[in-house]
């Protein structure tokens, strides 16, 4: 009977850690997401309207505090401009190889970073950025928050040199208009937990 106590006690005691840090799959219900650049004649803004961000994220003390996983894809096509120019719009998927190459995507390797300020979270993770068929490896840092609901709120920005990836920015109008090389990808996400199976 002494030696079943103790086995019993020995196995609680190897699985309680592993079911305290648990992941949990979250998947995006709610997203605002942007690209800002310049040109030499104004600054523009295009909004994409199709991303699919999902992940394995482990909390504590209803913080997050690791990612198991996580991918984020945007697909290149639903990048459109604020200004509705069906022009630049099509010369933006051009410029992306969205034919060839339909989405970009980012993909988590490890975190790097985690600290807790109050009711938020600030995390630099380390993973995979593929645009055009050209991936590179770079730190993405951002702001997170558990919402009232339980839901996860993701909000950060990230500078991109699109050259880095082997495209050419756009130019327009004979070359009157070109489109600055650097932009900035702003975006703001809303998980829940995703169904069971």
């Known amino acids: 009977m002494r030696q079943f106590i103790l086995s019993a006690l020995c196995l609680t005691v190897a699985l309680y850690p592993t079911e305290l840090l648990k992941s949990q799959s979250y998947q995006a219900i709610s997203y605002q997401l942007s690209i800002q650049g310049t040109s030499t004649l104004n600054s523009w803004t295009s909004t994409v309207k199709n991303v699919s961000v999902q992940g394995d994220f482990e909390f504590v003390d209803g913080a997050l ?63 995979t950025l593929t645009i055009g068929g050209v991936s590179k490896r770079t730190n993405l840092q951002f702001k997170t928050r558990v919402l009232s609901d339980g839901k996860l709120e993701i909000t950060g920005s990230k500078k991109i040199i699109m050259s880095d990836y082997g495209i050419t920015p756009p130019v327009f109008m004979l070359g009157a208009l070109r489109v600055a090389d650097e932009v900035t990808i702003t975006y703001e996400v809303q998980l829940q937990k995703s169904p069971s199976m």
Not at 67 to 74: F, M, N
Not at 89 to 107: G, V
Request: aromatic share 4%; charged share 25%.
């Open 65 to 127: 505090q690791k990612i198991r996983s996580g991918t984020v894809q945007i697909m290149t096509k639903s990048i459109e401009s604020d200004i509705h120019s069906s022009l630049m719009d099509e010369r933006t998927h051009q410029t992306l190889k969205a034919d060839r190459h339909p989405s970009i995507t980012y993909r988590v390797l490890s975190v790097k970073s985690v600290q807790k300020t109050g009711a938020e979270t600030f995390m630099i993770v380390y993973g």
